[in-house]
């Protein structure tokens, strides 16, 4: 049966990664963005087609260009194209690649060039050597036509009470995990050490990773002066590493514009299905700090809308920010983490392969259409925005879909999910959700964010319950909460949000 010619195709893709020591010679992440959109036409084999394609479509960064798109089109000779540039969020490269998939089978497009990158590495060694770097931003570009917006992840309250950043929220779900798995604090550090040596494993294998030093379990999770506790129980090699000059392309055409071009049929990886769907930014509106029904209804989706199993999809990619979220992702699409053949991880994550910041997933994507492309099949890839609050789901194949690509929204699902009311002036008897000590760099514990839940129908929070957020100083508190899980246990809080046990 022949294609229909409007069906969409990945047909090149590419990564660049810089490791350059002298900062002040470093490439900009504009011009290693523009590297790969080269090369993933060349990686098509079809050098000089990036001239034509009809978008240039930039996942969000943390550098100022305005239209970065519009930078990289010119450099290419694609002056004719129309440009999108995302906001921030680790889910940015599946969802732009599923708007441009979607354009393509309703013949708004016949080719579309998705970029990203970052170049953090050598700016961060340039800030430590008070070297002067290029600046490439052209101030006189209009400001890019968006595509999603900005990214909603915390109320004033939980920023307040100290919840500011994901290096500390992971840990935090990382416990409410350990107690609802009923484990010690040693398991569970054995367990999932064992889990992340697994990731390391694969980043050993990549050329592109940033760390590529093998490290068994027992290496990861204790603390050493190479390896710090950061915030517990993560130590550094459990933290996501955004310290990497990386940039990334995918080149997706039409299957028409594909044969035009002449591609070859075995450089052909297709979009199946993609699926999305948020929980609520706030974590505090969640049920559960170690569960996602939104993962678990856009991951279903994906698979039932691909028509495909867990068990039979060859190639996995679960976004691998910090253990907790491969570990809530496993759980919702009824994957056994722990005990799985399959590789979780194309490339190794965002701790061993590193990350440039939104678009970690833009270089996953990339190492799973090459990993397609050696072993024919399917791959799930899965992406994480936020505090755990986005999610997005793509399934590709190097075999055309049975049915035309199509974008699903789990939003109308979600909404029917229960949630919680925040508590922010919530004082007196709670009991302990979650928690982390952050540790400073010399791996002492300086502090502690506590998710609490208001008094419930039973003594464990049921769902009348509210959640509130506190923390504490207090050294003989940290050591406490150190020592043991104190999940499910009593704590006390104050107007200001000190916590006392």
């Avoid at 930039?58 to 004719?80: C, E, N």
């Avoid at 990549?206 to 379990?217: C, G, L």
């Avoid at 993962?295 to 060859?314: E, F, P, T």
Wanted: net charge negative; proline share 6%; aromatic share 4%.
């Amino acid at each position: 049966m022949p294609l229909d010619p409007r069906t969409p195709v990945i047909v090149g893709v590419a990564q660049v990664t810089d490791r350059v020591d002298d900062p002040s010679t470093a490439r900009t992440a504009l011009e290693l963005m523009i590297d790969a959109g080269r090369s993933a036409a060349i990686d098509a084999g079809a050098a000089g087609s990036e001239a034509s394609v009809d978008v240039v479509a930039v996942v969000g960064g943390i550098w100022s260009y305005r239209d970065p798109g519009r930078q990289v089109a010119g450099a290419l000779g694609a002056s004719a194209a129309t440009t999108l540039l995302t906001g921030l969020s680790g889910t940015s490269p599946q969802r732009l690649l599923a708007h441009l998939s979607a354009r393509i089978a309703d013949g708004e497009l016949d080719a579309a060039l998705m970029v990203g990158g970052e170049v953090f590495r050598s700016r961060r060694r340039a800030r430590q050597l008070d070297v002067v770097v290029r600046r490439d931003v052209d101030e006189s570009l209009a400001p890019a036509e968006r595509f999603e917006g900005v990214l909603d992840m915390s109320t004033p309250h939980e920023e307040s009470r100290g919840l500011v950043e994901p290096g500390v929220f992971y840990p935090v779900a990382e416990s409410a995990i350990r107690h609802a798995r009923d484990e010690t604090v040693d398991q569970h550090r054995r367990r999932v050490g064992a889990l992340w040596a697994r990731f390391n494993e694969v980043a050993c294998t990549n050329p592109h990773a940033a760390s590529r030093t093998p490290m068994d379990a027992k290496a990861i999770t204790t603390p050493t002066g190479d390896n710090r506790m950061v915030a517990a129980p993560y130590t550094r090699a459990m933290m996501a590493n955004n310290n990497v000059d990386q940039a990334s392309a995918v080149l997706v055409t039409s299957v028409a514009r594909a044969e035009t071009l002449g591609v070859n049929r075995d450089r052909w990886v297709f979009p199946h299905v993609a699926t999305r769907a948020d929980d609520p930014g706030s974590p505090s509106a969640r049920m559960h700090l170690h569960r996602s029904p939104g993962i678990r209804i856009s991951g279903a989706s994906a698979l039932s809308a691909a028509g495909l199993h867990l068990d039979n999809v060859d190639h996995l990619d679960l976004y691998a920010c910090f253990p907790s979220s491969v570990q809530v992702c496993a759980t919702e699409l009824g994957l056994d983490a722990d005990g799985e053949t399959r590789p979780l991880t194309t490339n190794g994550g965002l701790t061993f392969a590193g990350g440039p910041h939104s678009n970690s997933v833009g270089q996953s994507l990339a190492t799973l259409v090459g990993r397609l492309r050696e072993t024919p099949g399917t791959g799930l890839l899965y992406a994480n925005g936020g505090y755990l609050g986005k999610h997005a789901f793509g399934i590709y194949g190097t075999e055309p879909p049975a049915t035309p690509f199509r974008s699903i929204d789990g939003a109308a699902e979600v909404a029917d999910e229960p949630t919680r009311t925040p508590a922010p002036d919530f004082t007196g008897t709670a009991i302990v959700n979650g928690y982390t000590v952050r540790h400073d760099r010399y791996g002492q514990p300086t502090e502690a964010l506590v998710a609490a839940l208001t008094p419930g129908r039973d003594s464990k929070g049921d769902r009348d319950s509210s959640r509130v957020w506190g923390g504490t100083t207090d050294r003989a508190t940290l050591d406490t909460l150190l020592d043991g899980d104190l999940v499910g246990q009593p704590c006390d809080l104050d107007p200001t949000g000190l916590i006392s046990l």
